[in-house]
T-cell receptor
Framework: QLQLQESGPGLVKPSETLSLTCTVSGGSISSKSHYWGWIRQPPGKGLEWIGS???????YYKPSLRSRVTMSVDTSKNQFSLKVTYVTAADTAVYYC???????????????WGQGALFTVSS | DIVMTQSPDSLAMSLGERATIDCKSS????????????LAWYQQKPGQPPKLVIY???TRESGVPDRFSGSGSGTDFTLTISSLQAEDVAVYYCQQYYNTPYTFGQGTKLEI
């Protein structure tokens, strides 16, 4: 059974960098049939896609976040990561990592999700 | 960006009733080359991650009860729960994956 687990410091100061890692178990992040994505959800609000990455390092980012977001993949550790720079209170959210199937087009829907981790921006 | 708009924002039903949630996209998510609608539905219960319910607008995810069904094409879609059960209380989201940035509807809260 595929499992994804987010990790990282739960509290970040304004203007600093938020760093998250998603560890994949029960499957390989090097799968040619999947992309790996990040989605966030501010407390009490809806879902926002941030970006997605392929095992090769190919990425898609949400344009409005592109200047502050970097995603990377470490196939040796079966992990992928997200960095968000210059954070503000608006970046406070539960961050989810998720998998999406891929078939030579854009990646598709999200079929497996991590449990999510709350990251708070506060001084 | 494709804007996804759900209606209603909230819905209160009785056990055993039929519930319908609508989702409208600001542009078609039907890919003409394969005649597939790039639309998914998710269920999110409190304190849990979203769970995939329907993809390709009408394909039920493995393990999802058959009381859940999806319909629609182009820009207008519906999630139907044929006979509401207590465990169906959740927020439901539609999502388009026709192009990036992937976008979600604002959510519909389903209550008993």
């Amino acid at each position: 059974q595929l499992q994804l687990q987010e990790s990282g410091p739960g509290l970040v100061k304004p203007s600093e960098t938020l760093s998250l890692t998603c560890t994949v178990s029960g499957g390989s992040i090097s799968s040619k049939s999947h992309y790996w994505g990040w989605i966030r959800q501010p407390p009490g609000k809806g879902l926002e896609w941030i970006g997605s990455i392929y095992y090769s390092g190919s990425t898609y980012y949400k344009p409005s976040l592109r200047s502050r977001v970097t995603m990377s993949v470490d196939t040796s550790k079966n992990q992928f990561s997200l960095k968000v720079t210059y954070v503000t209170a608006a970046d406070t959210a539960v961050y989810y990592c998720a998998r999406h199937p891929y078939n030579a087009e854009v990646p598709y829907y999200f079929d497996y999700w991590g449990q999510g981790a709350l990251f708070t921006v506060s001084s | 960006d494709i804007v996804m708009t759900q209606s209603p924002d909230s819905l209160a039903m009785s056990l055993g009733e039929r519930a319908t949630i609508d989702c409208k996209s600001s542009q078609s998510v039907l890919y003409s080359s394969n005649n597939k609608n790039y639309l998914a539905w998710y269920q999110q219960k409190p304190g849990q991650p979203p769970k995939l319910v329907i993809y390709w607008a009408s394909t039920r995810e493995s393990g999802v009860p058959d009381r859940f069904s999806g319909s629609g094409s182009g820009t207008d879609f519906t999630l139907t729960i044929s006979s509401l059960q207590a465990e169906d209380v959740a927020v439901y989201y539609c999502q388009q994956y026709y192009n990036t940035p992937y976008t979600f509807g604002q959510g519909t809260k389903l209550e008993i």
